[in-house]
């Protein structure tokens, strides 16, 4: 709010373009603080009501190949949060012409002159938990989306024992009673599951959607700000360590949320691939009427959705590098 008054005070498109950055990260931070609660209840609420199965239920194969995922992502949050507080570090110690880049360190210095060295200290003590806070929502967003493909992983494997079992006395299958009702009773709890997994999904997904949209638009518009204040202002003297410590953060979460999003897309839809080379001539009637309700129920895969047409998937990756490199492409041939 007292930098909204300070540009209009001021009316210099220069001094609006310098503190422009520092305005769109404390916007960022705002929406942050207010945002990560509703994302922590929402993602709560999904896990409370996702009836997660241990990962030990299917056996020692799948329940490694679990943990592996597990750990693997273990590490990368391990990771983004220690080189985020390495960027927080580098941030707080003090830099020359910092006052340049941080609007509040200006302020302090215009308006407090005598407080200024106490308050710019405490204002720098900020940057110690500020990077690793700004990716708290992207963090449980993924911690959400792990758990979510790890469960769709179990499923995908009880649908395949459905053919495995199919192998032993084929000719006899069809008469067999035994094997008939555990067909049935494997139909129906995979039906339960599914319609389970895809409601309690698409409810997080529908109460986070507005925030995920919010978020992402307000980075946009910070990277572009940021953008173009390195190529009209420059002042990047003694920063790479900044810049660097900030950036491998940014670009792990980039490209797991991204590559979450496709794997959950990808893993749905391969429950309607092995369905549909199942031995369905080894069921009875009813097996096969359940067979066919799967069939539909499993044939639209489940997206990470912002609209109709917008979805968490490579499309979307793609779509926001070629703009990011169309922006910096711009922005160089503005600067020559």
């Not at 986070?208 to 307000?218: G, N, Q, T």
């Not at 940014?250 to 092995?274: K, P, T, Y």
């Not at 895969?301 to 922006?327: E, G, M, R």
Request: aromatic fraction near 16%; hydrophobic fraction near 50%.
């Amino acid at each position: 709010m007292v930098q909204t008054v300070m540009f209009l005070q001021k009316s210099n498109i220069q001094y609006f373009l310098k503190y422009l950055p520092a305005y769109f990260l404390a916007i960022f931070v705002v929406l942050v603080k207010f945002i990560a609660p509703k994302v922590v209840e929402s993602v709560s609420t999904f896990m409370k009501n996702l009836d997660p199965w241990p990962v030990d239920q299917f056996g020692p194969v799948l329940e490694r190949h679990i943990k592996y995922h597990a750990n693997y992502f273990n590490i990368f949050a391990t990771v983004t949060v220690a080189v985020s507080f390495i960027s927080g570090i580098f941030h707080a110690l003090p830099v020359e012409n910092d006052e340049e880049i941080m609007f509040t360190l200006a302020f302090f210095q215009e308006y407090f002159p005598k407080w200024k060295n106490c308050l710019s200290t405490v204002y720098r003590l900020g940057f110690l938990v500020l990077p690793f806070a700004m990716l708290v929502p992207f963090h449980i967003f993924i911690y959400a989306a792990c758990h979510c493909q790890q469960q769709i992983f179990m499923l995908l494997h009880i649908i395949e024992v459905i053919n495995k079992t199919a192998k032993t006395e084929q000719n006899r299958l069809l008469r067999d009673e035994k094997y008939q009702k555990r067909v049935t009773t494997t139909f129906k709890f995979i039906i339960k599951r599914h319609c389970h997994l895809m409601k309690n999904g698409r409810d997080m997904v529908n109460q986070l959607r507005v925030y995920i949209f919010v978020l992402s638009a307000s980075a946009g518009a910070l990277f572009i700000c940021g953008a173009i204040y390195i190529t009209f202002q420059g002042l990047l003297k003694g920063r790479y360590l900044r810049l660097v410590t900030l950036i491998i953060p940014v670009v792990l979460i980039f490209v797991h949320v991204f590559f979450l999003g496709q794997r959950i897309e990808d893993m749905s839809g391969q429950g309607f691939e092995v369905l549909r080379q199942s031995n369905w001539y080894h069921w009875n009637k009813e097996n096969k009427m359940i067979y066919s309700i799967i069939l539909a129920n499993c044939k639209e895969s489940f997206k990470i959705q912002f609209s109709q047409s917008i979805a968490i998937d490579y499309k979307l990756a793609v779509s926001i590098l070629k703009s990011v490199y169309s922006t910096l492409s711009i922005l160089g041939y503005l600067r020559l």
